[in-house]
Structures are given as structure tokens and as C-alpha cells.
Antibody, heavy 120, light 106 residues
């Protein structure tokens, strides 16, 4: 069955970078897309970016452009999200989630979340 | 930038029908998706492409998107449906989430 398993919690200092991994199983990445969504404490869901199957490229939310990089390693079926120049406002739970493979679709499977805390 | 607007909270009595709205410019021209999130858990897709239910989602969940306002309807609401609900749509090549609605079953 489909599973997305994320790496463990991280504590980082302001200005540092964090790289979160998401190992997927039960499907291949060329069939579907991977996206990243975060949720600050007590707040709503915020899309960070992912693969757009209609434009055939990885797209980032404008808010994160220049600070986020999303990559995939097909040899290990693992996706990565790296966020740099961390600030306290980046404290959140980060989720990987599976999107559509042909059209811009919803997100049907989610990882368990990775808590990232940014604190001096 | 495109925005989706949801009411912050909705209350419903057990067994009654709950309706959660999601408004956006020309939303009816886009597909709308709905997610349920319980405290400490990852979101779960409950409605996709406006009206479809994923496998395993109870029939009491339904969706519509006739114009500028999409609606998630929960018929015969149960205590286990108490959760936060988020709508989502694509605007060009950007994913947009609504601010979320806390559904209270009392």
C-alpha cells in the first residue's frame, strides 16, 4: 500500500538550513507528483511547492522562492525538501504529500509530518 | 494572489447536517478538494474534484461547487467528525488552501 514516511524532528538555529526527507512506497514517482505543505502551530495549511504535472516542472510558492529546494532520488524512492535561512516563523510541522500525475489534482496521501523548531 | 475564504467555525448537533463553505473568485471553474484534520494528525482527503469521495470515506460526506462558493456537507454528523476542515484549489500553477473551519459537534 502507499506510504510516505518522513524523517524525525529537527531543532535549528536562526540562519541555518534544514533538510527533511520523505520515503515513499507503493508507487513510483513518475506516476504521481510530490508536494510539501507546512503548518505553523495553531495555524492552517500552507503549500510550499511541488511538481506541476501540467507544466512538467517543480514549482515553488512565491513566498519561499529562493529559500526552498525540492528534490527527488528515484534510486531510493525518497523526496527531500530543504529550507534555508531559517527564522523563528519557520517553526512548523512540514508534510510531504502525494499529488496528481497528469493533472493538477488534490493530495491523497500524506506523510506523518516532521516538526521543525527554529530557536536560538 | 488568489484566496479561498472559509468560516472560522461551524457548530452542529449530532445527527444533523453540517455545511462548510469555501468562497473564491470564479471557484466554480476550478476543482475543489476538501481535507479533514484532527488534532495531532495529518490531513485526510475527504472530497476530490468537487464531488467525489475517496475510497474509505463515509457516504455522509459530500461536496458541491456550483459557482463562487463550494460546500462540504456532512449528513448525519457524528462526534468523530469533529475536526478542522480545509478547502483547496489550484489557481494557475499555484496551490491555494482556505484558512480552515473548525467543526464542533455538540
Amino acid at each position: 500500500q502507499v506510504q510516505l514516511v518522513q524523517s524525525g524532528a529537527e531543532v535549528k538555529k536562526p540562519g541555518a538550513s534544514v533538510k527533511v526527507s520523505c520515503k515513499f512506497s507503493g508507487y513510483t514517482l513518475n506516476e504521481l507528483s510530490m508536494h510539501w505543505v507546512r503548518q505553523a502551530p495553531g495555524k492552517g495549511l500552507e503549500w510550499m511547492g511541488g511538481f506541476d504535472p501540467e507544466d512538467d516542472e517543480t514549482i515553488y510558492a512565491q513566498k519561499f522562492q529562493g529559500r526552498v529546494t525540492m528534490t527527488e532520488d528515484t534510486s531510493t524512492d525518497t523526496a527531500y525538501m530543504e529550507l534555508s535561512s531559517l527564522r523563528s516563523e519557520d517553526t512548523a510541522v512540514y508534510y510531504c504529500t502525494r499529488g496528481g500525475g497528469v493533472i493538477r489534482d488534490g493530495f491523497d496521501y500524506w506523510g506523518q509530518g516532521t516538526r521543525v523548531t527554529v530557536s536560538s | 494572489s488568489y484566496e479561498l475564504t472559509q468560516p472560522p467555525s461551524v457548530s452542529v448537533s449530532p445527527g444533523q447536517t453540517a455545511s462548510i463553505t469555501c468562497s473564491g473568485d470564479e471557484l466554480g471553474d476550478k476543482y475543489v478538494y476538501w481535507y479533514q484534520q484532527k488534532p495531532g494528525q495529518s490531513p485526510v482527503l475527504v472530497i476530490y474534484q468537487d464531488t467525489k469521495r475517496p475510497s474509505g470515506i463515509p457516504e455522509r460526506f459530500s461536496g458541491s461547487n456550483p459557482g463562487n462558493t463550494a460546500t462540504l456537507t456532512i449528513s448525519g454528523t457524528q462526534a468523530m467528525d469533529e475536526a478542522d476542515y480545509y478547502c483547496q484549489a489550484w489557481d494557475s500553477s499555484t496551490v491555494v488552501f482556505g484558512g480552515g473551519t473548525k467543526l464542533t459537534v455538540l
